[in-house]
Antibody, heavy 119, light 107 residues
Framework: QVQLVESGGGVVQPGGSLRLSCAAS????????MHWVRQAPGKGLEWVAF????????YYADSVKGRFTISRDNSKNTLYLQMNSLRAEDTAVYYC????????????WGQGTLVTVSS | EIVMTQSPATLSVSPGERATLSCRAS??????LAWYQQKPGQAPRLLIY???TRATGIPARFSGSGSGTEFTLTISSLQSEDFAVYYC?????????FGGGTKVEIK
């Protein structure tokens, strides 16, 4: 069965950096696009970034463009999110999600990892 | 970007009753609309894609309808495990955008 396991969350000071990972199993990782979606405490879902199956195209929300970088290593079945210049408003649970054959929505989601930006 | 608006924000329903949730897009998204269910402390779960197609393993009491700018998620007979927050999401245009959610609570 599809499994997505995020890691790398934690507490970081404003202006700091963090790299999240998402380990995938149970499907052919190299054949599917992947999303990052976040959820601030008590708030709704916010799409963050997407990468195509081969890494050829990447898309970002305006709120993170220029600060966050999505990448993948298909040999390791792992998705990444490099987060730089972190702000308090980046505090959220970050979910990775496997894209369907239509790239735009996630058909399987990980359990999330919490990122807290605070001094 | 396309703005997705869900209503109502909270829906109070008794077990066994029907629940009808609405989602409106600020411009047409064709049928490129998904619905998710999220319970406290859990990740979202895909319920519906293509506006009306149930995802794998989703019970038949969940149904989606609509196209263009107006969409509906109907839960025909609410079970205890259905009390949760529901989100719609359009994927017709980049960036994909979510509605603010509808919380379905026990009346």
């Amino acid at each position: 069965q599809v499994q997505l396991v995020e890691s790398g969350g934690g507490v970081v000071q404003p202006g700091g950096s963090l790299r999240l990972s998402c380990a995938a199993s149970g499907f052919t990782f190299s054949s599917y696009g992947m999303h990052w979606v976040r959820q601030a405490p008590g708030k709704g879902l916010e799409w963050v970034a997407f990468i195509r199956y081969d890494g050829s195209n990447k898309y970002y929300a305006d709120s993170v463009k220029g600060r966050f970088t999505i990448s993948r290593d298909n040999s390791k079945n792992t998705l990444y999110l490099q987060m730089n210049s972190l702000r308090a408003e980046d505090t959220a649970v970050y979910y990775c999600a496997k894209a369907s054959s239509r790239d735009g929505y996630g058909d399987y989601w990980g359990q999330g990892t919490l990122v807290t930006v605070s001094s | 970007e396309i703005v997705m608006t869900q209503s109502p924000a909270t829906l109070s329903v008794s077990p066994g009753e029907r629940a009808t949730l609405s989602c409106r897009a600020s411009q047409s998204v064709s049928s490129n609309l998904a619905w998710y269910q999220q319970k406290p402390g859990q990740a979202p779960r895909l319920l519906i894609y293509g506006a009306s197609t149930r995802a794998t393993g989703i019970p038949a009491r969940f149904s989606g309808s609509g196209s263009g700018t107006e969409f509906t998620l109907t839960i025909s007979s609410l079970q205890s495990e259905d009390f949760a927050v529901y989100y719609c999401q359009q994927y017709n245009n980049w960036p994909p955008t979510f509605g603010g959610g509808t919380k379905v609570e026990i009346k």
